[in-house]
């Protein structure tokens, strides 16, 4: 066993993929959050699953062609069949993936039923480097501006600083003041490089996690 629970693969490199019950409570890798924004609306933070590839996908359709633009610079019309399967088959170390739903029904927050998906946002490994991933979120365009991004974005900071990442690469369109002020919150710019055709890639510090209830 590593640390926190983890179990060493064969390459050396901590994995808890194959070991759902230490995902959960036992790393705080997994596992949900009952929250509110800031707007009141109860919302439930968890891992994306094989399962919701269908909503994500429907998600995905429904996108603004500017917020599509600004998550994918461009490059994605559609999702392929892998890409949905790479998208959704996260193993929840190296590959981090929350979504964000909105909670129905009436009473307290642990009776609520989940509702439909409005965020996702990763954290992706770098091959190389195993302190670096790469960050990307998307909130549904009916969504945004409404607190959705920040508290996904500290959620996942929280579980990315417990599988040991303290960098994350943001890849964006230059003009993205959405995102950069989302990650200055939580994080600080340690460079910052152009890609060309507007985009940019900077590198944050990670803060200290805090807990995003
Ligand atoms: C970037 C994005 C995720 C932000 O999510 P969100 O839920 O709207 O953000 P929040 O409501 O939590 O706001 C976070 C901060 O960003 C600011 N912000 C949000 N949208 C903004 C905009 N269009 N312009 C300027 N600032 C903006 C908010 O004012 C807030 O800052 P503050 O608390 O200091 O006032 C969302 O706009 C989005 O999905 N954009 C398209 C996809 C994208 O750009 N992804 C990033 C590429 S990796």
Do not use: K
Request: glycine content about 10%; charged content about 30%.
């Amino acid at each position: 066993m590593g640390p926190r629970g983890a179990v060493v693969s064969s390459n050396g490199v901590f994995s808890l993929a194959r070991t759902p019950e230490l995902r959960d409570d036992a790393t705080g890798l997994g596992g949900e959050l009952r929250t509110r924004l800031p707007d009141g609306t109860p919302v439930l933070v968890r891992p994306l699953r094989p399962s919701d590839a269908a909503e994500l996908l429907d998600g995905f359709g429904h996108l603004s062609d500017e917020t599509r633009r600004r998550r994918f610079l461009g490059a994605a019309r559609r999702l392929t069949h892998e890409q949905l399967r790479a998208l959704t088959n996260v193993d929840g170390y190296d590959h981090l993936a929350l979504g964000l739903a909105v909670l129905e029904g009436e009473g307290p927050l642990e009776s609520l039923r989940e509702g439909h998906g409005i965020a996702v946002a990763r954290s992706i490994r770098d091959r190389d480097e195993h302190d670096l991933a790469e960050y990307a979120i998307v909130v549904a365009d009916a969504w945004q501006r409404r607190g959705a991004g920040r508290l996904l974005t500290r959620e996942l900071l929280r579980r990315a600083r417990l599988a040991d990442v303290v960098r994350w690469r943001a890849v964006m369109l230059a003009d993205n003041r959405a995102v950069r002020r989302l990650l200055d919150g939580c994080s600080r710019e340690s460079s910052r490089r152009v890609l060309g055709f507007g985009a940019i890639e900077i590198i944050y510090d990670l803060c200290a996690a805090a807990a995003a209830s």
